[in-house]
């Protein structure tokens, strides 16, 4: 779903020495993988009149590109005690403010009517909680990150922990 341009304060990825306190992965839910399915069976249908060995290889080619473009989108995000990585953005840990995490109405609310137009997003429509993410860097516009997670506590427990 929707996913803005990286913020202007992003720094190199964090170092493979660094270790890290959470990673979590917004994989796809399982009704996506059965619209993928779907989509990729209709492909029987659309290749059947010219033959039905088509429409098979239609189907599996369909299947496959589907199954490749979801897994390459799925976004990572990472805490280490220098960083935080949310999708393609990374930002220093110094720069993390004040981190709130919403669900229901409210995750709702955060992804519409109370979105600050200059916010980071990594939501996925598929995964209802999010977290707020306070941005502190003073050369960054952003004000903060808006992220889909399935784990809100544990998100908030590793970016609260200094």
Known sequence: MPESSTPESVPSTPSAGTPVTYQEKLWPNAWMWIIAAGVSAAGILVFAPISMAAGYTAAVVLLAIITVLLVLSTPTITVTRDALTVGRATIERRFVGSVEQFTSGEATAERGTRLNGLAY??????????VKIEITDPADRTPYW???????DKLTAALSRG
């Open 146 to 152: 808006l992220t889909s997670t399935r784990h809100p």
């Open 121 to 130: 997003l990594c939501i996925r429509g598929w995964i209802d909680p999010v």
